[in-house]
């Protein structure tokens, strides 16, 4: 099976979904299409196993980035440096796998993802409240996973990190005045 996902991978990082065809995953795979068909009864299901895989493989990248190079960074900086440096490589499938996956999942596995960030925050920050957490969780997200999908050539350039941990960073200061009796803006 792990052959049919490579394979799978392989085509849409070099043709995108217009070279992506189960006859052409089969092939490229070295396998028949009715193997492929016993694992993957339609091309669908095929792009969602893809995205399942992908999703596994970033948030493992993230987690080996953030450990390697998340030392001396602010915990939300080393955070976003790892999700947007997971994208390194493979940009062109993930993008493509990544879309299905957001299409795909269920919103109750899309908001444990948001967990990772939410913990690291309460690292530097009082413990945020859910409300907080978030509308926080959801706008960086937002904007990292637009990115991704859009395919922006900005992705891995400094001002964009630079932007996201201003926006989390402000947000929280607005969040801390508020809480500290300053008068809403």
């Known amino acids: ?3 049919i996902l490579e394979a799978t991978a392989q085509l849409l990082e070099r043709d995108g979904l217009d070279g992506f065809t189960t006859n052409a995953v089969a ?3 070295g396998v028949s299409i009715g ?5 993957f009864p339609n091309k669908r299901v095929l792009m969602h196993a893809l995205a399942e895989r992908e999703s596994v493989l970033h948030a493992a990248e993230m987690q080996r980035l953030l450990r390697e190079n998340g030392a001396g960074l602010a915990p939300d900086r080393a955070l976003v440096r790892a999700f947007i ?3 390194q ?3 062109r499938a993930r993008q493509i796998a990544m879309k299905v996956w957001f299409e795909t999942t ?3 596995i899309l908001a444990g993802r948001f967990e990772a960030f939410t913990q690291t925050l309460s690292q530097t920050h009082t413990p945020l409240e859910p409300i907080t957490a978030f509308v926080l969780t959801r706008a960086m997200h ?3 996973r637009s990115a991704v999908l859009e395919a922006v050539d900005f992705l891995h350039d400094q001002t964009f990190e630079d932007e996201l941990v201003s926006l989390s960073r402000a947000y929280l200061a607005q969040v801390r005045a508020r809480s500290e009796g300053q008068p809403k803006t």
Request: charged share 25%; proline share 4%; net charge neutral.
């Open 35 to 39: 193997a492929l068909y016993r694992y």
């Open 142 to 144: 937002g904007a990292m």
């Open 106 to 108: 269920p919103a109750e």
């Open 85 to 87: 440096g997971a994208f």
């Open 89 to 91: 490589g493979r940009a």
């Open 1 to 3: 099976m792990d052959i």
């Open 27 to 29: 092939e490229r795979a």
